[in-house]
């Protein structure tokens, strides 16, 4: 098992920033891929950015260029740094840990953006 505890998040405006960060305790030898993903209300849960072991990143097209993923692999975190926020990226954010076939997720934390 491996368990997931964000912090960050919160109100801002719009163009405003934020970073979330994530801590990964448990079995977290051969933990692949972090990251974080995020669910609007009345929406499905969409990919944000992950980062793999490797270093590999990927990045959903509407927070390219705004949102940079960061992952320390000893310290087994994984941030978000978000700026120019947009209304449109209001949300619960969830850290994610992919290890072999099993995903593991945060509790979540509200990301509320305000125009």
């Known amino acids: 098992q491996v368990q997931l505890v964000e912090s960050g998040g919160g109100s801002v405006q719009a163009g405003g920033s934020l970073r979330l960060s994530c801590t990964a305790s448990g079995s977290v030898f051969a933990v692949d891929a972090m990251g974080w993903y995020r669910q609007a209300p009345g929406k499905q849960r969409e990919l944000v950015a992950t980062k793999a072991r490797n270093g590999r990143t990927n990045y959903a097209d509407s927070v390219a260029g705004r949102f940079t993923i960061s992952r320390d692999i000893a310290k087994n975190t994984v941030d978000l740094r978000m700026s120019s926020l947009k209304p449109e990226d209001t949300a619960v954010y969830y850290c994610s840990a992919q290890r072999g076939p099993n995903d593991y ?7 509320t953006v305000s125009s």
């Open 105 to 111: 997720w945060g509790q979540g934390t509200q990301v």
